[in-house]
């Protein structure tokens, strides 16, 4: 339940109900991004019942109402109406949900530092504002490479250190989520954990940014649930990212839902992305689609980007090169300006991508 | 198969052949497209087993090969390989597949004159350059308004030739399909027919261009599959059009599948349009996928527009109105533009669009 | 709309109101599976508005009420509250939806006498009830044998009495409509045309059993929809058939719905079918699916056979033997009583299933 | 990797083998159920590349070859040709995937000692022999009840143990599976943490039995992967769970796969369940598929029995009462016995289901 203590009460009055709330039986979590005075009670897990108090209109102190209490069943917190404007989310000194479209961009996988360092300074110097990378990798055969894991994180924390790009990197267990977000500056959610929820129970309690993948088979009814988990318990710096639904064709992928963006943009305040890598799974679509994902108002476009792509060890097939991306930088640039937005040309000129540039460290 | 006929091959040689072919049992359709001398020898439905001829590599007169016999079941005549530079259909003045980006716009259902003659009017004023129309209507239940038939088709032609708009309506009946050639430039197979085998081989025997809506439930190759349909009997003016898969989220009418038109592009030479309308069944997600649309390259959007959106009979949801499209247009111009194409501009100005410019006559 | 004439209506106020409903611009079919008196008016192409009557909820003739008058677009003549003890359909002399599970087996294409008798004889032997085989094959390539068309029609009735089989075959086009009907017992249409409504109209306005497949994209609503076109018109002699619907793992040709069996017997009063030839293409796993379509209540398995199935011109992958037909009837007789039913055993002991049986003649 | 020892390996050269496999940077697992002397060597996750020895067809010690290798990415420990007869599961007394069918039912929710009781007794009185109910649950909303945790596992055991019925219970966190495993007989991995990789490592590395339920958007090659976890972390104990895939039609919940039962049966050796209850998300339609499961050939039937089906907290809409569960059994013995197998009887009448039997405790 949300509640919503009155403008006039006191701090004192505000400590209690949280005391109150939680005699009752409930976590309360601050939602400062609503104003001040916003909480939301989540029942813990040992509630068999809820108690009434959940269904007064009001809480009382001293026989005058001090709060009130909503239910959060009907339009939950990443609904549209909480916040018409649009939530911003800050990772680094990047904006994702503002004026201007956010490139993530990065290998699948990080193999080794040559192979990260490179990667990222092409893809900084083609335009990306985000390093993306996998340090711990889910698999659907446990015979196939699963990251290097810490040796990875350390890696790309050096790396985008190094080239100036925060990072974006999957978490995949609730243990490593420490380790992880002192590493990176966004943490991915993968489309299989996405009702993971004792992971995202754990990041809701954080602060850092996240980005929550939808699952193949998820209704956009049941990502907002899980992006719910997350703001729920105080965490509103959520990123949604559309990486494609299990369809029945199989040229490609998935199936690249991008009409979904409009309607989360419709249904909620959260910024979403787009994964056309994922999406399609065949590098020869990704510029088609990733211009898509732009002309349909994504927030963001991520993609697996390899300095050798032929020689990735994992999605080799849905790789690109940093010269590939520089060559789709214009055209995304041009339509984001014909669709009301911009993006941001990073400090570094687009003349400087070259060979030489990625290769010689 | 396919005939190739030697280029020293005389008329006489060229006749001959087609008369052998008949007597195999094929019935031979010249395919100009691929240049002269060219001919699909499609089996006729009786023909239980293919004469040996079909394998053998040359077809032989007074002791020369005046022809060469290729398969093709392994790329058909749609396949890319057949022709890098593309198709381009001629639908009137109007060609779809070359370097503009074609706006296909109308009402679901022809339900009056007043009607038609509004709608066509302000979707001409809003840039349109095609009138679309359904006279007859395939419906999922039989208690629905099935469309005005011959008297819709009537309109459709003199409203078409009224506002200079050539005019694209479907056809549900084979032993409908020279009527509605007589009335109208493009003949529309709708989804629900796609595989609707007889109509396909009479619409091969036509000159008349052809718009082939996907199934819900068609893979590209099936897709693919029914234009060869046309193909083989010497229709080549086919456009092939994307209005959303069979998904399993309900918030959209159907999962439109935006990177299947560059999909379909890498694999076939024909061109694709996309229909908004029924790919998102909402009306305030059509502006955004008829931009991603054209971001992803479609060679055409198909757009259901209504001159009053909430008294439509049919498709009442996402019915856009001509000032809608009107506001659409310069997106649309500005994206075509951003990936290297363009929207033509009709002759009338945009300024004259209002509720007076299709009231008055 | 249904009409309900008054018991004490005389046949001259029937004639009447079938007259006046005609003006209306309906076209008013007798269902007298409903009872006398009974008639779907369902409106005519060309009719842009329904008439008033329609919501009139009656109809007077001199001054007091003859008939009164539904609306049928909530629950439709297939629903099950139209006839809650089911719809029986008789075939030749066997009923599909009563007590016993019928079986449906033949080759998918009929190629030749020989192997349409042999395999028509060996299905008889293992105790099949109905004979199926394609004479118009509806096929995704239009390079592939399209079926022997009249000459297998002619196959067809000639083996189906021979052996004594009523014969089950598909319709294509509207056109070949009473040509098949002369030659078979029952129309099949196929799955690509369960929205084909033309064909349904014509079919609608026969006396003949038809079998109605899914569409592999059809939602239940949409299916009973198409069944409502044959309904309205005055065929109730409709039997449902799921084969799969589109899914997205390839082990499997399509996703067999058998719960589907399950939600139309509660939805509707008509018979269902089960084909697990196409619902699974794969021969090993037709045995188990068979099984499960009985147990969950189909009123039918239809079956692909063929004498020789590695020499089967079409569906090769999915055809079973006699033999294999023979192994597997005993379980499923024993699965059908039971779940409360039986499979008729048909006169031939099951003893003389050899090959000698169906190779001698 | 599977090292297979030679027959003549000492114990001593075994120890040195899996030393050496550590050096190298493998886990590594024995596998008794392939034979003695069978290991898998599973990379560590912070091994980027794989040494040379994978590829390597023999280890040697002391100059002659002590061990073979083979690599599982083709056909891993779950391939039916691994254990061409089977693997059987025991839970408790219980033994799954041989000649018995085994009914697993209990609540959706664990609500209440008196809730639990009641409904144990009335499931073991119906013939259940393993009973389940939820104590952490996963629900699409953060606002939705959560389960008793650790207060619901206590119940779960003490009833368990009281009825005399062996324990399901799913976990949901890495961090409570000790929790769990001493509470309960068998851990349900739940369709949504599928591929919660981490879970599954952490399970492989326990001899306790689980039950692996199919994600709803899981194909047949990712269900086998996730299965490959455990196995090649030494746990051989692993149940499938069919529980249906995410479809279109939303008049069930899900698409019920059963097909899946027998395409696994031909892949694997593991048991393969099926949970009609998720499966079809109605109480009318959970008897006929049932059915149809044990028909396809299902190890077993999971079903959700609640002593009060109307006043369940979660999933309401598909449970059944102990006394549907009653009626349901002769059918599903009797198919069972059709298909070859039994449903094995509990020591207890029939007769002794009543609303006193689990009432009056």
């Not at 300074?121 to 490479?145: C, D, E, I, N």
């Not at 949604?240 to 989360?264: H, K, Q």
Request: hydrophobic fraction near 45%; glycine fraction near 10%; include cysteine.
């Amino acid at each position: 339940m949300l509640i919503r203590m009155q403008p006039q009460a006191t701090a004192h009055e505000t400590h209690a109900m949280r005391q109150h709330l939680h005699r009752l039986g409930f976590q309360a979590m601050a939602l400062e991004y609503l104003g001040p005075g916003h909480f939301a009670a989540v029942p813990l897990a040992e509630l068999a019942e809820l108690p009434e108090a959940e269904t007064a209109a009001q809480l009382r102190a001293g026989g005058h109402a001090i709060a009130t209490v909503e239910s959060l069943e009907a339009a939950g917190l990443a609904s549209r109406s909480r916040r018409p404007e649009g939530t911003r989310v800050r990772v680094g000194g990047v904006e994702i949900g503002g004026e201007e479209t956010v490139i993530v961009a990065g290998p699948c996988s990080v193999e080794s530092r040559e192979q990260l360092l490179a990667t990222a300074l092409g893809v900084r110097a083609a335009g990306a504002h985000l390093l993306r990378g996998g340090a711990y990798k889910p698999r659907t055969s446990t015979y196939s490479f699963q990251g290097l894991g810490r040796q990875g994180l350390a890696l790309l924390a050096e790396v985008g250190a190094a080239v100036g790009l925060p990072v974006v990197t999957e978490v995949l267990a609730t243990e490593d989520v420490e380790l992880v977000a002192e590493h990176a500056q966004m943490l991915q959610v993968g489309a299989r954990n996405m009702q993971n929820f004792p992971l995202l129970k754990k990041l809701g309690g954080l602060r850092h940014p996240v980005l929550l993948k939808r699952s193949p088979s998820a209704t956009l009814e049941e990502w907002l649930g899980a992006a719910e988990y997350l703001l729920a318990r105080g965490n509103d710096q959520v990123v949604l990212c559309e990486r494609g639904i299990r369809g029945f064709d199989r040229y490609t992928r998935n199936t690249l839902d991008l009409a979904a963006v409009a309607a989360v943009h419709e249904l909620s305040h959260l910024p979403v992305m787009v994964d056309p890598s994922h999406g399609t799974g065949r590098r020869s679509l990704i510029a088609a689609t990733a211009r898509a994902a732009v002309a349909v108002g994504a927030d963001g476009v991520c993609l697996e980007v390899h300095v050798r792509p032929e020689e990735s060890v994992s999605d080799r097939e849905q790789a690109i090169s940093p010269l590939d991306l520089a060559e789709l930088m214009p055209s995304l640039r041009a339509i984001a300006t014909a669709c009301g937005r911009g993006v941001r040309r990073p400090p570094v000129r687009e003349a400087e991508i070259s060979d030489a540039a990625y290769c010689t460290m």
